[in-house]
Structures are given as C-alpha cells and as structure tokens.
C-alpha cells in the first residue's frame, strides 16, 4: 500500500510561483508511473501533469503547458511540480496519485488527500 502526502500550496497573488511536493511511502516509488491532478469547486478532477517511473515520458494538460513543470526524484521517493505565472484559475485542490506500470492520465491506484492552491487576482 502506498501512502502520498502533499505538501507546498497555498495562497498567492496572479503571476507568482509555487512549488508543490508529493512524499510517497510503503512501495517501490520508482515502479509507478506518477500524476498530478487538481479539482476546483463545482469542476470535475481533471489530470495537470504525469511523469513516468523513470521520467522519460512527460505529459501536461494544455491548461498548463508552458507553465508547470513536473519532476521527481526516485531517490526521495518524491514527486513535484514547479507552478510559475500562476492564474486565478489555477485556483483548486491539487492531488498526486500514483499507478503501477506506464505513464497514464487515468486509473490510478493510490491517491493523496489534496493540497488547496489559491491564487488571487
């Protein structure tokens, strides 16, 4: 069983930068493929970035692109994402999730509980 925990969001003004982190535990962290997602109010989970187990295979959503940058270090079973010219809309609870096997956007296995992002105009 995998346990992630989020840490680094908050509350920023347009156009600054944050970078979130996602400490994983009790598994093989550079067996899973890696993801982060975020939910704002009254929107669907939707899928930010994913990063595969060797970070060969990025993926960010076009929201996004430009803009985020996710990363991970197997060594610190940790897995991040570097958010610059943050938007208003950007504004939501991020999570990371992580799933055995390839890079993906959908189905994984294990989820953490979420770090709120608010980000003033």
């Known amino acids: 069983q995998v346990q992630l925990v989020e840490s680094g969001g908050g509350l920023v003004q347009a156009g600054d930068s944050l970078r979130l982190s996602c400490a994983a535990s009790g598994g093989t962290f550079s067996s899973y493929a890696m993801g982060w997602f975020r939910q704002a109010p009254g929107k669907e989970r939707e899928v930010v970035a994913a990063i595969s187990w060797n970070s060969d295979s990025t993926y960010y959503a076009d929201s996004v692109k430009g803009r985020f940058t996710i990363s991970r270090d197997n060594a610190k079973n940790t897995v991040y994402v570097q958010m610059n010219s943050l938007k208003p809309e950007d504004t939501a609870v991020y999570y990371c999730?992580?799933?055995?096997?390839?890079?993906?956007?959908?189905?994984?296995?294990?989820w953490g509980q979420g770090t709120q992002v608010t980000v003033s105009s």
């Open positions: 999730a992580a799933a055995e096997g390839p890079l993906r956007l959908f189905e994984y296995d294990y």
